[in-house]
């Protein structure tokens, strides 16, 4: 299924469709198809998240970022990483898949998936958007040994914190010619996560200490049909995550500043980093 705007998506979901958010960490080395253990542990959760949720499964659809969008252009799938965001609205559930690994596994990969799907920072950033789009409900982790479970509080909350987690060019020490790190390409649909979230919490605080900023004046959205699409997406949660977990540490979530490792660039050495600018003043504007 293709979907050209947030319109159709919201006629297909009102139709009684459901969409599932599906995350995942990348075992590279393992063997893909059905005789991975991403995609065997990810039949089980989607089999549990039916019965759990009561839904019928030619009801549902799942979105897999290798799956859904493009990995071999890299404009396209630079697009894709740009519309983060706009992906984990259109979802009704999140769902991480943590498959359980072998000891053999275990000792190539260092500890268990769960541990390192914690530790990515584009896994953070896809719970985070989820979550600013509708709120803490219908996040669930998959673990072949635990099965289905909802996401708890604290583990979202500490989830919200994206550059605290690793990028994989980071690790190699950005070996390109550009030296372009992940985390440049995370600013804009952060920015997006964030203006996106200001404007729904202002509009729908009932006073200024509701808002989450000091001195703010009800913001009402556009009238067009963009607008009103817009505003139908939008979860009273999901404002509510905003206010309590994201805008407090708005300055942690969003750092001004980026320590990038620049050991694979060309002419630096083993270890060397740089200090970037990432959001810079960009929340203060």
Known sequence: LFFDTMASVEDFRRKGNKIIYVSYRRLAGLKSGLRSPVTNSLKRALFQVLSRKDWYANECYIWVDAWSVPQ???????????????????ADLFLAVCPELTTREAEIYGGSVLEQYEGEAWRRAEVLAYCCGHGPDNVFVFEDEDGLEEAPPEWLMDMCWVFAGSFPCCRRGHATTDCVCDSEKLVLPMLAL???GL??????????????????????????????V?????RPHAVSFFQAAVYPQKDLIFPAKHAFNLGGCKNEGHGSTEVKELFGSLLKL
């Open 194 to 196: 964030f203006s996106d």
């Open 230 to 234: 817009h505003r139908r997406l939008s």
């Open 72 to 90: 071999d252009h890299e404009l396209l799938r630079d697009l894709g990483t740009e519309s983060l965001y706009a992906y984990a609205r259109c």
């Open 199 to 228: 404007r729904r919490a202002i509009a729908n605080s009932d006073s200024r200490t509701h808002s989450p900023r000091e001195n703010s004046s009800l913001d009402t959205a556009a009238n067009d049909k963009a607008g009103a």
